[in-house]
């Protein structure tokens, strides 16, 4: 059973709140107060709404911190301001994807399809990839200094739909010697290049701008292999076959990577996880949260071994990362489980 923090009144209190920032994000008063101050009677009068309305909407919304007042002026608050710069969705995605809950429930369709066609992933990613990095980069060094320690100085490093980077270049931050080798969709990739042109350690850096199942990889070249919230947005055949070729591409005793967001079978009773598994079902054609026995079982069948996961406190809680070793040949021990 799930604990919560608050009583079923609260989500009805919640659900007011919530509407009055998804009507003003309709109406363009939240992108009004996210542009600048503005008075109740000046904001209503921009843009055709009635003045009274405007100030109880404005007035629920200071208390519960999306606005601030200064005097007779609101303006959207810092906090709300950082989650629309920094935050992967922004607030107008993510009040689209709130505003599309009565349809999803009726058709089960999604409202964007960030998986769809190269050329819709790519516009997507473009304008993600450097909020993730932002969202990731604590985490990514935690994980990086986790694994430093297992790795020999020098290791060759593959970054599977690589995005910003953020998981590969931590590496490269942390062990020394460290040669990356990144992939993902060449708009997306552009963008890597760029942020990597900067870096003193550049020509250890190998960008590739394609989509991850049309280059040939050598068999057993990577001491790591990373997959970087990419099996998410990926049908089953399709991420079971992302995580045999990522394990193909390992050396014996090669580390695989995995940072996604997991499912918790057979009901999600976290607030986070639940919320995330709609909101991807509501922006993708096809993608879907898995489970770590699930990933646990696409890479036994890989040869992998000892899988576990990863303690990262600076990871968003809706986020795991799992590892795995590839053994010699196809013989598989007792140990080849999941564990923690």
Request: aromatic share 4%.
């Amino acid at each position: 059973m799930s604990t919560r923090e608050w009583s079923l009144i609260d989500l009805f209190e919640m659900g007011d709140a919530a509407s009055s920032l998804l009507a003003a994000h309709r109406s363009g008063l939240l992108a009004a107060l996210l542009a600048g101050p503005g008075r109740p009677a000046d904001l209503a009068a921009s843009l055709g709404l009635d003045e009274r309305a405007t100030r109880l909407v404005l007035n629920v919304l200071l208390v519960y911190g999306a606005v601030e007042a200064d005097g007779h002026e609101f303006r959207a608050s810092s906090e709300l301001s950082r989650v629309d710069r920094d935050h992967p969705g922004a607030v107008g995605t993510d009040l689209d994807l709130f505003d599309h809950v009565p349809a999803f429930l009726r058709t089960g369709k999604p409202l964007l399809k960030v998986d769809g066609s190269e050329r819709e992933r790519s516009q997507n990613f473009v304008q993600v990839a450097p909020r993730l990095r932002l969202l990731y980069q604590p985490a990514a060094r935690e994980l990086a200094s986790l694994l430093g320690p297992e790795l020999a100085d020098g290791p060759a490093v593959l970054d599977v739909g690589a995005g910003s980077g953020v998981w590969s270049l931590a590496l490269l931050d942390t062990v020394p010697g460290t040669r990356l080798t990144a992939i993902d969709l060449p708009d997306v990739a552009g963008l890597l290049r760029e942020h990597v042109a900067a870096r003193e350690d550049r020509d250890r850096v190998d960008v590739i701008g394609a989509s991850y199942f049309d280059v040939v990889l050598p068999d057993r070249s990577f001491d790591v292999v990373i997959l970087g919230n990419v099996l998410h947005l990926e049908p089953p055949a399709r991420a079971q076959r992302l995580v045999r070729l990522a394990a193909e591409a390992l050396r014996p005793g090669g580390l695989l990577v995995v940072v996604d967001a997991l499912a918790h079978p057979p009901y999600e009773v976290e607030r986070r996880r639940a919320l995330y598994a709609m909101e991807l079902a509501m922006r993708s054609a096809a993608g879907r949260t898995y489970s770590a026995d699930d990933i646990a079982g696409w890479a036994r069948g890989c040869g992998l071994t000892g899988l576990r996961q990863r303690e990262l406190p600076s990871i968003p809680d809706y986020v795991d990362a799992l590892t795995a070793r590839r053994i010699a040949g196809r013989e598989r021990g007792a140990n080849d489980r999941l564990t923690s």
